[in-house]
């Protein structure tokens, strides 16, 4: 059974849709990750689980039941923003306890959830400090325990580790991926880092312009995305995208690419129209010398980064093509390359942007 149910949720701002018709279920225990452009809507659907904003039409159901008008601490649900201000006279014990007593919880069972979520948290040691004398990942992680003692049914993050150095992030991360085991909790969480979207989702949905243009599992995404906008979204660097067109000849279909030297490569679909116009997606791993399908390109640029290498390479004035290859330190800057790659690997799509399968 699914927990958390939108059903064609709709938010206008003034005569401005900003969310225009979602579909979302979420089972209870998923970790599910909102990922799209600035200003898609991802906050402004967060904020409408949370009840911070007003839904303008459709329905949001948490275990059946309606929603919509719920004031917002009836929900079930804790919201860890990006900038989490505690509140700086307090200590940490306190800042964790403070939305338990404003509801009025017997104190003893304050303290039972705070001891917990320090615990859980290993903020032990430092519940008498006060804000001030914490880490940037030790205030963090108050914050986290400001949600977690409320006992919710569903947490929802909206960035919560924007403002961290590279180092702690990975370390939040890790540690965010460890809770969501130890509590068994339902997480919603908006991110713009590809790795947090990666490896914390049980199930992306990534948004566009207030549209969501694909739900599935981060591999699914990865490997079989619907149109050219997943493509490029999922994974970095960044899929290549070459322009071609659909000719039929001797042995079946291939793709003409025209910037490429009008390379012929045995990428096509049976019973394509020739001439259609289509963009031939390939993953920057997807070049490998065993390859049967080969560009002719002249290497622009290269990015050394020890176990691998970036080659950012072109056909005369063309776009930019980037390959990783693990044997790349030979390379050097003006080098003419035949980048090959498995056909197999290569996706297809129209000038719609819609996969061709
Ligand atoms: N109170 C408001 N009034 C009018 N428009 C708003 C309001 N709040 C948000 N918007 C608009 O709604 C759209 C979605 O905003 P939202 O904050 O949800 O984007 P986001 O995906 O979270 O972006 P980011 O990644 O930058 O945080 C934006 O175009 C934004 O300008
Ligand atoms: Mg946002």
Redesign the pocket.
């Known amino acids: 059974m699914s927990e958390l149910q939108l059903s064609n949720v709709r ?1 206008s ?2 005569g ?1 849709e ?2 225009k018709g979602v579909d979302l279920d979420i089972k209870s225990g998923e970790f599910v990750v ?1 990922v ?12 409408m689980i949370a009840g911070l ?1 007003e839904i303008t039409s459709g329905d949001l159901t948490i275990d059946d039941i309606r929603m919509n008008d719920v004031d917002p601490s009836k929900r079930g649900i804790a919201m860890v923003f ?1 900038s989490y201000a505690l509140y700086p006279h307090m200590t940490v014990r306190e800042n964790m306890g403070f939305a338990l007593r404003f509801a009025g919880i017997p104190k003893a069972e304050i303290e039972k959830r705070v001891s917990e979520a320090a615990n859980i948290l290993e903020l032990g040691p430092l519940l008498e400090r006060k804000p001030k004398q914490l880490s940037g990942g030790q205030r963090q992680r108050v914050a986290i325990g400001r949600a977690i003692v409320r006992h919710p049914k569903i947490f929802l993050f ?2 919560p580790l924007s403002n961290l150095d590279a180092e702690l992030r990975v370390h939040m991360r890790i540690e965010i991926a460890r809770l969501h085991k130890q509590l068994a909790a339902t997480i919603i969480y ?1 991110t ?1 880092d590809q790795v947090e979207a990666m490896t914390l989702a049980d199930k992306i949905v990534v ?1 566009r312009g ?1 549209v969501v243009e694909q739900i599935g599992s981060p591999l699914d995404l990865y490997d079989d995305p619907a149109n050219l906008f997943v493509a490029g979204f999922i994974g970095s660097p960044k899929m290549n995208f070459l322009k071609g067109v659909i000719e039929t000849g001797d042995g079946g279909t291939f793709t003409r690419l025209s910037d490429y030297g009008d390379a012929k490569i045995p990428v096509g679909l049976t019973g394509a129209t020739p001439g259609t116009a289509v963009t031939v997606g390939i993953r920057p791993e997807h070049f490998k010398e065993t390859g049967t399908a080969a560009l002719d390109l002249t290497i622009d640029m290269l990015e050394h980064l020890g176990g691998e290498t970036f080659a950012y390479a072109r056909h005369g004035n063309g776009e930019l093509v980037v390959i990783e290859t693990k044997n790349g330190r030979g390379l050097k800057s003006g080098d003419r390359i035949a980048a090959r790659f498995d056909p197999a690997c290569a996706l297809l799509f129209d000038a719609d942007g819609k996969r061709l399968r």
């Open positions: 938010k701002y003034g401005l900003v969310i909102f799209g452009p600035s200003g898609c809507g991802k906050s402004t659907l967060l904020r904003e990006q909206d960035e908006v713009h948004m207030g």
